[in-house]
């Protein structure tokens, strides 16, 4: 995403790799919508997206009223942090902003735009602090698999997994990635392996059902994802998927690793079992595009995250650290340090 | 399928739910195209199915020749059992088909068109004794998941996995089904959602990476599955995904059941590993019907079976009974034992 002419402009996904176009969007209902229906998605770019939203919010709640502009703003930040219940960077992002209102006695629109782009760079420097810490991990030359996009697509920049990616690359610490398609929206096929073709890193994309089989004939070495909330016991909750990565990784002696930002870790919540799990609209699995492909009359299931317990995670690196096997004390531990904002 | 005025009538698989077309093929190398094509899957399917193709064969060839029939004859049955790598009943078929022609010294077309019919029957009734033997591990009501399609279309009639959930469900001992969708070729979505619909049995599909959390939720209390080939210690060789599965099933004392003829049991293939393993086209897995998904520049690896080591099934349930925890001297006990033809 990014900001011009005064107004968001975000890459519309959904039209990828078919299509790159932009939407410009200029209202904060346009915002939440955007989020709601995946023109953007992936936890720290709903994040950004949702800062840059409070900004176009507070522009107009202003411009309406210089007196009464606090509680139609605070309305609408909860739009905005209502638009995906999963990621917690949408609630992180809004809480960031909310808390910069009560010290505000003119124009909230400068100091929220600033907080946006604030947001924004800092989610890019985190990634590229992430993106050297994974590799540090990685013994290569090998081959990893990944799932979803926690690209530069996701993020701010740069990419959390495709951000460790990126740097082992360059380091010639990762020869190939294996990008599980990721049914029912293929991130994997459609943005991941778009993004990596882009830098040149050689991506071999297989049906979410084949990566088993990929790990039994020994050719992958590390699992790498992403997070959409991380709990305060290090479970981590991530695109539908992921777990049966981490249980088959675990099966295989293969590392399973988890790059997000400190500010996909929720505290607040104790475990991933009390995470609110997105279930979306059962005709994105008895559809493909605009095409119905399951028999008529069949439902779906439709849960598009899941949670993996700490116990099969070997390392969640943030770019306040890296934490291996984690548990509550040592995700307390890596909050709680100090750490240059 | 069918055999209907001296023609091979199938039910050509790739279009439905949307069409319901039968193509009636009359030579061997349209049938041997059909099983490679994909027209019809299904590992018992498929034997019998190039069974009537070597009848069309025998057919064709004693009308060329009265006495030069057999060597083109042995030609086409090469080409049948080529047709696809992986499900051992192809090769069953045509061995049993062999078997019979030194005997044979006028036209073997009738007795090979016996034969097919034969192993066509003796498959449904398979297909019925397996229902009822796999159905009576099952303490009900529960749900159970299936994993592509191993029903009635991909047998001779009533179906292996989904026979065994049509005995259960008929007993008020399965409650709902669910099926993965199983990519590349949605056979979950397309043939066994279409054919619980039409037997009335509840059925929800799920993304192939959402089984893992179904499990987590306690939503699933067994998985039960088909085979396209079972090596003589236990090890089973199915559609992609199914590996996953099985690890994933161990993983949360799920039960994992796997339902095949003695026809798929291939003793001369020690273990999995050893199992020639299908690779198809790329396109599969990088366009979506006509519509390419993936970015340009991506390529893709798309194994279309796996391998479930013997440790990770509980239960292989064939016609001639159950093995439980199977193993080499479990199966060679199976193979050996007497039993009516």
């Given at each position: 995403m990014a900001w011009a002419e005064e107004a968001l402009v975000l890459l519309?996904?959904?039209l990828l790799p078919d299509r790159v176009e932009h939407m410009r969007l200029t209202d904060v209902a346009q915002v939440a919508q955007a989020i709601s229906d995946m023109v953007v998605r992936g936890a720290p770019a709903i994040g950004i997206t949702a800062a840059y939203g409070a900004a176009l919010a507070a522009r107009k709640r202003y411009a309406e009223s210089t007196v009464a502009w606090r509680e139609p703003l605070e309305h609408d930040l909860q739009l905005l942090a209502a638009a995906?219940?999963?990621?917690v960077n949408l609630s992180w992002a809004v809480e960031r902003v909310r808390g910069?209102?009560?010290?505000?006695?003119?124009?909230p629109y400068p100091v929220l735009l600033d907080e946006a782009r604030r947001i924004h760079e800092q989610d890019i420097a985190a990634n590229q602090r992430i993106g050297a810490l994974g590799a540090d991990l990685i013994k290569g030359p090998c081959n990893v698999l990944t799932h979803c996009n926690a690209g530069a697509l996701a993020t701010?920049?740069?990419?959390t997994a495709l951000g460790v990616i990126r740097s082992a690359h360059e380091q010639g610490l990762v020869k190939s990635v294996f990008a599980?398609?990721?049914?029912?929206?293929?991130q994997g096929a459609r943005l991941t392996a778009w993004e990596l073709i882009q830098d040149g890193i050689p991506v071999r994309l297989l049906a979410d059902g084949a990566t088993s089989h990929a790990m039994a004939e020994g050719q992958v070495q590390w699992v790498v994802v992403g997070a959409d909330r991380i709990a305060g016991n290090g479970d981590v909750i991530n695109k539908i998927g992921t777990y049966g990565l981490a249980i088959s990784a675990r099966h295989h002696g293969v590392g399973f690793m988890v790059a997000a930002?400190?500010?996909?870790?929720?505290?607040?919540?104790?475990?991933?079992?009390?995470c609110p799990i997105e279930i979306r609209d059962e005709a994105e699995i008895l559809s493909f595009g605009e095409r119905r492909?399951?028999?008529?009359g069949a439902q779906a299931w439709n849960p598009v995250f899941d949670v993996t317990p700490?116990?099969?995670?070997d390392a969640i690196v943030t770019e306040r650290g890296v934490v291996l096997a984690p548990d509550a004390a040592k995700m307390a531990a890596l909050m709680a340090a100090d750490f240059p904002a």
């Open positions: 519309d996904q959904r995906r219940p999963t990621a910069l209102l009560s010290a505000i006695d003119s124009d701010g920049g740069y990419g599980g398609e990721t049914r029912p929206w293929l930002p400190t500010s996909t870790v929720d505290m607040a919540l104790s475990q991933g079992a009390d492909v399951a028999a008529d700490a116990a099969l995670v």
